[in-house]
């Protein structure tokens, strides 16, 4: 896991990524992104650091237009059309960053959220169509990251959401644990083609998040409880805290999908030190288990045949004193066969064993401190209460 898969394909990677940012994009218009009005002259002296450079884009409406643009820029990477030899929907699409730059200039009109929805629901259809005729698992990485991100995005705080709101925009369907579940799979079935760590650690943290069907009121306090099968209503309050939380969660989801910051980057130097005890601790544990089993093993041989078979061969070696040396013959060829061919074949398999725990032990341990640094729990800003 700690090296690049060789049998990775980049176009699956491309396509989930894809698919994330489609549905990143139409839930940015849909959380309220809006022109800004103009600054005065004294802001525009104003001059903070460029966003790159902080790693990550603090203006709402610039990470709209960085979400149109990385539409426009995977589905290019994908080579199934070009923005000078596109078809009339596509190029809507590689038209979206500049349109969308000039709305928020206040230069031009631009899509209504259910203009925008029909438009990329028309588009992604035409996408997928192409994915899959030129490899499934790219459609379905395509279909994953558009469901991953949905998680999130389509959502809607409280203030902005209609009282009559489909039921599938509500957290509690969108965080259920049967949803989830899904999402999990997926994840795991494009774990190779995903930068290392990545899939399994987000796996874990949709499992922590899968409370669809888990918070209840007790005593005034807002809690878990995995035995309940509906879920409170929560507060208006309360909600936007959760939806606060899994913002948050989603942004280092970002992060590590999108490569923004690779996930060992995530480990402190007491994390890694961790990681080499806990290495050697588990490999010292597993290879006294396996010394002790051995010694065990040898010691049952060593007495199998010193009471039932030494015996019986010394008598009937005695037996045969002229034909000894024949005999010792064929005592020598089994023991050659039976123990001291096998014997370097057993070590060297040892061997490879050792190695490949200790690589697992690696990955185990990467992904649980990689897990402790990115996880956001629900409860979050409700602690901060």
Known sequence: MSEPNANADPRVRIAFLLGWSVSELHGRLRKGVR??????????????????????????????????QRVARFFHALEFETPAHALPLSQEIFALPENAR????????????????????????????????????????????????DTYWYLRLPARRPARAPSGESWQRLLSK????????????????????????????????SIGTDLVYRDGKLMRDPTTKNAATLTPEDETHLQNALEKQTSEWSNLLFEWRTATSYLRDADRRWIVIGR????????????????????????????????????????????????????????????????????????????????WLDDQLMIYFINRRTAVTWNRYLKEQ
């Open 280 to 359: 050697r601790v588990g490999l010292f544990g597993v290879l006294l288990i396996t010394t002790f089993a051995l010694a065990l093993f040898a010691v049952w041989i060593a007495i199998f045949l010193s009471v039932s078979v030494l015996p019986g061969l010394f008598t009937f070696l005695n037996q045969k004193q002229p034909g000894l040396g024949d005999w010792l013959g064929i005592v020598n060829f089994l023991w050659t066969l039976l123990i001291a061919a096998p014997a370097p074949l057993i070590l060297r398999a040892i061997f490879q064993a050792t190695r490949t725990l200790q690589q």
């Open 102 to 149: 000039a709305w928020l200039a206040g230069a031009r009109k631009f899509y209504t959220p259910r203009e925008l929805r029909d438009l990329l629901n028309a588009w992604t259809m035409h996408v997928w169509a192409q994915l899959d005729a030129a490899s499934p698992a790219s459609a379905q990485a395509f279909t994953a990251g558009m469901s991953l991100a």
């Open 178 to 209: 049967f949803r989830l579940d899904v999402e999990r799979t997926r994840l795991a079935s494009l774990e190779k083609h995903l930068p290392a760590y990545v899939a399994p650690v987000i796996r874990n943290q949709l499992r922590a998040w």
């Open 35 to 68: 022109p800004m009005p103009r600054q005065s002259a004294r802001a525009t002296e104003s001059a903070p650091r460029l966003d790159v450079a902080d790693g990550e884009i603090e203006k709402f409406t610039d990470a709209f237009v960085f979400t149109a």
